[in-house]
Nanobody, 127 residues
């Protein structure tokens, strides 16, 4: 099992930036796919971005393309989500997730594809 700890959330004005971090411990050698999801109050958990260790291959939700960037630091077992040009609709709890498989494009955006989740970090964007 992998343990994931997110950090970096907070309150920011629209147009601002935040960088989220997710550090993995435990079975880190097998965290081949890592992703960020978000969940706003009363809504489903939505895919944001994913990075496949082999490549790496990157995937983004259409709503964040050009504004968010996912990256990794293998030595630190950490994945980052740089969020720029933030909008009020980006307000949500952001969750880090991982799975030992190299997930393909058809399922990388599906929350049930992942076997380990972090506790989440709140991001609030004020207008």
């Amino acid at each position: 099992q992998v343990q994931l700890v997110e950090s970096g959330g907070g309150l920011v004005q629209a147009g601002g930036s935040l960088r989220l971090s997710c550090t993995a411990s435990g079975r880190t050698f097998n965290s081949n796919t890592m992703a960020w999801f978000r969940q706003a109050p009363g809504k489903e958990r939505d895919f944001v971005a994913a990075i496949i260790w082999s490549g790496p291959r990157l995937y983004y939700a259409d709503s964040v393309k050009g504004r968010f960037t996912i990256s990794r630091d293998i030595a630190k077992n950490t994945v980052y989500l740089q969020m720029n040009s933030l909008k009020p609709e980006d307000t949500a709890v952001y969750y880090c997730a991982t799975d030992p498989r190299l997930l393909g494009s058809s399922i990388v955006q599906v929350a049930n594809s992942y076997d380990s989740w972090g506790q989440g970090t709140q991001v609030t964007v004020s207008s």
